[in-house]
């Protein structure tokens, strides 16, 4: 529920196993970016890069994205973090910013 793909999965023929890309279903940009997201955090790293993640998802879904995933109380919390967006609602929390 994080990355916002459970309604996604609900419309996919083989839910989360259903097979994406050239010979599978095509994803909007939306749903390719919070796919790319969920699979950074399945690596579980000590450190994540992320560039502009909530770019191409709806205002509503990268507020909820960042809020579950990126903030101080998302599952990223205990985590280095580095962010690279053009969303400035999401520089709020940040340690550093660097223009």
Same mark, same amino acid.
Request: with cysteine; glycine share 8%.
């Given at each position: 529920t994080a990355c916002e793909l459970?309604?996604?999965? !609900? #419309? #996919?023929?083989?839910? +989360? #196993?259903?097979?994406?890309? /050239?010979?599978?279903?095509?994803? !909007?940009?939306? &749903?390719?970016? *919070?796919?790319?997201?969920? *699979?950074?955090?399945? &690596? /579980?790293? +000590?450190?994540?890069? #992320?560039d502009d993640p909530l770019s191409a998802v709806d205002a509503h879904v990268g507020e909820s994205i960042y809020e579950q995933v990126l903030s101080e109380r998302g599952l990223l919390r205990n985590l280095t973090r580095r962010l690279v967006t053009h969303g400035l609602q999401y520089t709020k929390e940040a340690d550093n910013i660097l223009v």
């Open positions: 459970l309604a996604d999965f !609900s #419309l #996919l023929p083989h839910g +989360d #196993l259903t097979l994406v890309g /050239e010979n599978g279903v095509s994803l !909007s940009s939306g &749903q390719k970016a *919070r796919v790319s997201l969920a *699979r950074a955090l399945y &690596q /579980e790293c +000590d450190i994540y890069l #992320l």
